[in-house]
């Protein structure tokens, strides 16, 4: 399935941060995340990632630590702050509220307290 | 699974792809490190299940992408490293902006300035409205240059001609008395307006934007100091033109000074916008850099400064000269802070530099109390006048937007992140558009043009 540009670019945020409240961690795996969650269904170009999380940076969602891979290359960390997860429940709720209200015109299950 | 274990050729692609994405220079070494990482990863897993090198190297790159769109999506996101060197990608999709178009709006200003120059020279007339109006003669033909070149909507364009107009038709008709101080606050005051106007055509009419008010923040520094540049160069030229005709016309020196200085300063402004624009040149990253120099000398000069009034008082000599001294001052602190933060690499931070940001701020803070304390003693003792009331309300202005700097200032220091500095000096400047508008429309009448 192909999955619109904008559907994926609106996702992203949320899915990054979401990943990334499942602990600290580096680029490469939290790509190797996304495809596992997605069933390999969520086609995204691995090098957009990297902008997306130094904007997370810039706005303070996540913060970075240098660390080093086992093979000693160095690897930059990305862990979420509290400010990242207030963004995360605010983009929660907006979630939603836009699956509960397509769900209600398809006629899908409302996803149950969430 | 490991480096190690890549072959020559896997590491001549690998160091061949990074100097691609390198020399965009919207990447950064540490970011072309970060995704050589990615890459390095992706090829091992990819050997490991049994692909060849080569194989693997080509299918990691073409899943991070192309090289032009991720240096451009960079580009995006470090628009900073993108106004340091606009490098990346202009030439495909913009065309470099004409030379003629420039030119033209150049000479508008040119000859603009010269039919005022004319009308003021009238017998008989009062030439205080020439000095009074002379941002009308040059700042719009800016404004329009860059409604142009943006491609500004229509309606946002005649929008923008109706409040220059409007204002235009203000200053005319307010009848100012002779050497009135509401002249001289609307001589100052309304060139300041008509930067915002040109900031509104800068920015294309997207005033909401953050980023595009920052923009704006940035191009007029990088503004003045080409113009000061240019001006430096005009200074010297017409100085050795009147050496040179010193002795064989020395009536026609008077000429050319009032020829061609005034058409020079006056097309300047739009030469100089349009190489802030176009980067023309050597000195690209020359803001940054006066700003690093700056910024501990002026928070040396400021302490001292702080120290020593607060120590001697600010007495009763304190005139209006020295009020705009301090308020050029205070201005100058809030942009060298601006500017720094803007600046700043959030990868590598120089928390130093922080510090003496935040000591520079408390200081010009500091200042600026005992400014307004002696300002309202004054009133107290005197009454409102126009000029105090101009200088109490900067003032007032300035040390709300100080205060709110040093305590985000102070929060960067904690490690919260520096966009909240610069999001509350975007957000402030509608503040002082405000200000400076009140100054030119209602201040003169409320004061009945005296």
Known sequence: MNIDKDLVAAMATPLVLAILVEGENYGYAILKRVRELSGGELEWTDGMLYPLLHRLDRLGYVSTEWGASPEGRRRKYYEITETGRAQLAEQRRQWDTATRTLGGLWGLAAPAGA | ?450
Not at chain 2, 21 to 49: K, M, N, P, S, Y
Not at chain 2, 169 to 174: S, Y
């Open chain 2, 1 to 450: 699974m490991n480096d190690a274990a890549m072959d020559a050729e896997t590491e001549n692609q690998i160091a061949g792809w990074r100097a691609a994405i390198l020399r965009g220079r919207a990447v950064d070494a540490a970011d072309a490190g970060e995704l050589e990482g990615h890459l390095r990863e992706q090829v091992a897993d990819l050997e490991t299940a049994g692909l060849s090198g080569d194989e693997a190297f080509l299918i990691a790159v073409k899943r991070l992408g192309e090289v032009d769109a991720l240096t451009a999506e960079y580009a995006r996101e470090h628009s900073d490293r993108l106004w340091k060197q606009l490098a990346i990608s202009r030439t495909d999709d913009e065309p470099r902006q004409p030379l003629v178009v420039m030119l033209v709006f150049a000479a508008l200003a040119a000859v603009l300035i010269q039919v005022g120059r004319l009308l003021a020279d009238i017998p008989g007339t009062d030439g205080m409205w020439f000095v009074r109006d002379l941002g009308l003669f040059v700042l719009p033909v800016l404004a329009a240059y860059f409604a142009v070149l943006r491609r500004m909507p229509v309606a946002t364009a005649l929008a923008l001609f109706a409040v220059v107009a409007a204002l235009a038709a203000a200053v005319t008709l307010f009848p100012f008395e002779p050497d009135s101080a509401t002249g001289i606050l609307v001589a100052i005051h309304l060139p300041i307006v008509l930067w915002f106007v040109v900031g509104v055509a800068y920015v294309g009419g997207d005033l909401r934007s953050s980023t595009r008010r920052m923009d704006f923040i940035r191009f007029t520094g990088e503004w003045v100091i080409y113009y000061a540049l240019i001006a430096l160069g005009g200074a010297v030229l017409l100085g050795l033109t009147s050496l040179i005709l010193a002795p064989i016309a020395p009536d026609a020196i008077d000429d050319v000074m009032s020829w061609v200085l005034p058409s020079g300063a006056a097309g300047a402004a739009i030469v100089a916008a349009w190489l802030v624009e176009a980067k023309k040149s050597v000195i690209e990253n020359l803001a940054p850099v006066l700003t690093a120099i700056f910024t501990p000398l002026f928070a040396i000069m400021l302490l001292v400064a702080a120290v020593g009034y607060a120590a001697v008082g600010i007495g009763r000599e304190f005139d209006r000269d020295l009020l705009v001294v301090f308020d050029v001052l205070l201005l100058v602190v809030l942009g060298l802070v601006v500017y720094g933060i803007s600046a700043r690499d959030s990868g590598r931070a120089i928390r130093t530099m922080d510090v003496l940001r935040l000591v520079a701020v408390v200081a010009a803070i500091v200042l600026d109390v005992l400014v307004l304390v002696s300002m309202l003693a004054r009133v107290g003792e005197f009454g409102f006048t126009a000029n105090r009331v101009a200088a109490l309300g900067l003032n007032v202005l300035l040390l709300v937007n100080l205060a709110v700097t040093a305590y985000l200032i102070a929060r960067v220091l904690q490690g919260r992140p520096a966009v909240h500095v610069e999001r509350w000096q975007t957000g402030y400047l509608p503040v002082f558009a405000g200000w400076v508008l009140l100054m030119v429309v209602a201040l003169p009448p409320v004061f009945a043009f005296a």
